[in-house]
Each structure stands twice: as structure tokens, then as C-alpha cells.
């Protein structure tokens, strides 16, 4: 059983930047970060392979945010400059052994930390 744990997430000002870890406890080859806001679907956001090799990124945070992985620590990164309103959300992270941006395709979810972006 793999669980997860996010950390970072708080109230920054538009423009602004904010760093989330994701400490794993199990084995996770691909992890990825999703986010959900009110009265909305969780999406996708991003995800990297298991040696940090290959990632992908929504269009909607392209250039904007980074993932990456340190395997020695078992952690999962996202970094994320830019902040804009609309990516108020929870952020929560995610765990698979397939490669998918579809939230069913994950087998393991953290908790979920609060992203709140002023303007």
C-alpha cells in the first residue's frame, strides 16, 4: 500500500510562486500532480516517469510549472511560477505504474493541499 503525503500549499499573490512536495511511503514509478477546484473535475496537471527522465504538462501550465523527482528522498516535485487565479485549487498527488493523465488510471491519491492564488 502506497500512501502519500502533500506539503506547500498556501495563499500567494498572482505572479507569484510556490513550491509542493509529495513525500511517498511505498513504491511509485510514475507520480504525477492533479487539481481540483469547487464544484469542479480533478484534471491533470502533470506527471513524471519513474527516473525523472520524461514529463508531461496540461497546456494550461506549460512553461508555467515543473515537476521533477528525487528518488533518493522519495519525494515529487511542483514548482510553480506565474501563479494565475484560475489555478486556485486543491493540488493533490498521485501514483500509477501505467504512464496516464486520467485520474481513474492512478491507484493511489494524497490528501490534497490548498493552492490559493490572489489578485
Known amino acids: 500500500q502506497v500512501r502519500l503525503v502533500e506539503s506547500g500549499g498556501g495563499l500567494v499573490q498572482a505572479g507569484g510562486s510556490l513550491g509542493l512536495s509529495c513525500a511517498a511511503f511505498?513504491?511509485?514509478?510514475?507520480m504525477a500532480w492533479f487539481r481540483q477546484a469547487p464544484g469542479k473535475e480533478r484534471l491533470f496537471v502533470a506527471r513524471?516517469?519513474?527516473?525523472?527522465?520524461?514529463?508531461e504538462y496540461a497546456d494550461s501550465v506549460k512553461g508555467r510549472f515543473t515537476i521533477s523527482r528525487d528518488n533518493d528522498k522519495n519525494t515529487v516535485y511542483l514548482q510553480m511560477n506565474s501563479l494565475k487565479p484560475e489555478d486556485t485549487a486543491v493540488y493533490y498527488c498521485?501514483?500509477?505504474?501505467?504512464?496516464?493523465?486520467?485520474?481513474?488510471?492512478?491507484?493511489?491519491w494524497g490528501q490534497g493541499t490548498q493552492v490559493t492564488v490572489s489578485s
Open positions: 513524471i516517469n519513474w527516473n525523472g527522465v520524461y514529463t
Open positions: 511505498g513504491r511509485t514509478d510514475v
Open positions: 498521485a501514483a500509477t505504474l501505467g504512464w496516464s493523465t486520467e485520474v481513474g488510471q492512478f491507484d493511489f
